[in-house]
């Protein structure tokens, strides 16, 4: 199994909802990452975890709030966002160690929208 | 993570092969260079990577420049599927490190 899924596909959410976005892989990675992507822009990091532990947060508001509860499963909570994070949000994995080709699986994104 | 320059958009007839170019010129000697692609509203896509060597895969071929300044990914006989953005990214090749994307080059497949 090389896929990663992403659960919702889509999302619409107000400013004052808290909702999950869900991510899941099981070939075994040990690291995990969400993107950003804004419209007709590349993806942008936003955080990495490495055997579950927060690696890299790369400066993202605290209403971005991300969750690894185990080695397949990554999180993201999100509270009071604003219209600007409106943006298809991309989960990845890959091996964490050295070693092999080290490519990034992503999955199919959730496109948020916020009203 | 060093700096990739591509060409912003690019046209290919399909069934020729299409060559896309990236310069690296920043490299450093523990860096690979990686490709990816995007077709329109899906996750980005491994194609291929390589360190100085040249490298083939089912999908693609990477030639490296000998001063490894710059690289060509090669589509053999593209197909209108291979209508996509394709990020050039240079980064070390193992731990989990992030991917830094660049623009791209936007690559269209004529009938």
């Known amino acids: 199994d090389t896929e990663v899924t992403q659960t919702p596909k889509h999302l619409v959410m107000g400013m004052t909802n808290k909702k999950s976005l869900k991510c899941e892989q099981h070939?075994?990675?040990?690291?995990m990452y969400w993107y950003k992507q804004k419209a007709k822009k590349p993806p942008e990091l936003m955080f990495v975890?490495?055997?579950?532990?927060?690696?890299i947060n790369e400066s993202v508001p605290s209403r971005f709030s991300p969750e690894c509860p185990n080695s397949s499963l990554l999180n993201l909570h999100l509270h009071a966002l604003q219209p600007e994070d409106s943006a298809l949000y991309l989960c990845?994995?890959?091996?964490?160690?050295?070693?092999?080709?080290?490519?990034?699986?992503f999955g199919p994104g959730t496109r948020l929208t916020v009203l | 993570d060093a700096k990739t320059t591509q060409p912003p958009s690019m046209d290919c007839a399909e069934g020729r092969a299409a060559n896309l170019p990236c310069n690296h010129s920043?490299?450093?000697?523990?860096?690979?260079v990686y490709w990816y692609r995007q077709i329109h509203s899906q996750g980005p896509q491994y194609i291929i990577h390589?360190?100085?060597n040249n490298e083939t895969n089912e999908m693609a071929s990477l030639i490296i420049t000998e001063d490894r300044k710059s690289s060509t990914l090669i589509l053999p006989h593209a197909t209108l599927r291979d209508t996509a953005v394709y990020y050039c990214?240079?980064?070390?090749?193992?731990?989990?490190?992030?991917?830094?994307f660049g623009q791209g080059t936007r690559l269209t497949i004529n009938p």
């Open positions: 975890y490495s055997y579950e532990k927060l690696s």
């Open positions: 070939m075994g990675h040990r690291a």
């Open positions: 990214i240079v980064r070390v090749g193992w731990g989990a490190q992030k991917l830094v």
């Open positions: 920043t490299i450093s000697g523990n860096e690979y």
């Open positions: 990845a994995s890959s091996q964490s160690s050295g070693g092999g080709t080290n490519e990034q699986f």
């Open positions: 390589g360190l100085k």
